[in-house]
């Protein structure tokens, strides 16, 4: 079956310490996307890549960065610089300029 | 900038009510239009989508009509189950941009 996966489910940060959250896709999409969904909002734009090796800033990038080395997976690494990270994480993907279609999600916890 | 208004919610229906959620939006040119609908827990699944003025999205019983002339895309269903208690977001995007404007969603909830 195609889709995208997004691991772990849940995840725990302590202070000061990076984690990384995984998407992985098997649609052969080029483009890939994470979101951050907070309670009672809209999901917002952290970072998205169009193609291998590329990527750009979105709305509210600071305090995560990504990786795009391969076509099929783009990492998000939510870094201690991120002072606020719990929330609701949503990886996408798409051929370019054609429907996004969503993971289901990382839920980040600070301990 | 871009921008999508949605509805205020939460929105809670008895079963076989006729639903309407409202969408606005305001943007440059043709965007295109987009309902996701989101269950407890999980991502987001494309519901329907248009993607040009007056065109009819339709999928599971739910419709939405591009409506350039007052920038909405409503999104309405005769007859509502119980299963259709999720959150629902609008969201638009232009042509050449990848960026995906959401609103803040909806959350429906269905009673028997």
């Known amino acids: 079956d195609g889709g995208i996966t997004q691991s772990p489910k849940y995840l725990f940060r302590k202070e000061g310490q990076n984690v990384t959250l995984s998407c992985e896709q098997n649609?052969?999409?080029?483009?890939m996307y994470w979101y951050r969904q907070d309670p009672g909002q809209g999901l917002r734009l952290i970072y998205y890549?169009?193609?291998?090796?590329?990527?750009q800033k979105g709305d509210i990038a600071e305090g995560y960065s990504v990786s795009r080395e391969k076509k099929e997976s783009f990492p998000l690494t939510v870094t201690s610089a991120q002072k606020n990270p719990t929330a609701f994480y949503l990886c996408?993907?798409?051929?370019?300029?054609?429907?996004?279609?969503f993971g289901p999600g990382t839920r980040l916890l600070v301990l | 900038g871009n921008s999508v208004t949605q509805m205020e919610g939460p929105v809670t229906l008895s079963e076989e009510a006729f639903l309407t959620i409202n969408c606005t939006y305001t943007?440059?040119?043709?965007?295109?239009l987009f309902w996701y609908v989101q269950y407890p827990g999980e991502g987001l699944q494309l519901l329907l989508k248009a993607t040009k003025a007056d065109d009819k999205g339709s999928n599971k019983g739910f419709e939405a009509t591009y409506r350039k002339e007052t920038t909405s895309f409503h999104l309405e269903k005769g007859s509502v189950q119980v299963s259709d208690s999720a959150v629902y977001f609008c969201a638009l995007s232009q042509f050449g941009n990848e960026k995906l404007t959401f609103g803040t969603g909806t959350r429906l909830t269905i009673i028997p």
């Open positions: 649609l052969n999409h080029d483009a």
């Open positions: 890549s169009q193609i291998v090796n590329d990527f």
């Open positions: 996408a993907s798409s051929t370019r300029g054609e429907t996004q279609y």
């Open positions: 943007a440059t040119g043709y965007p295109s």
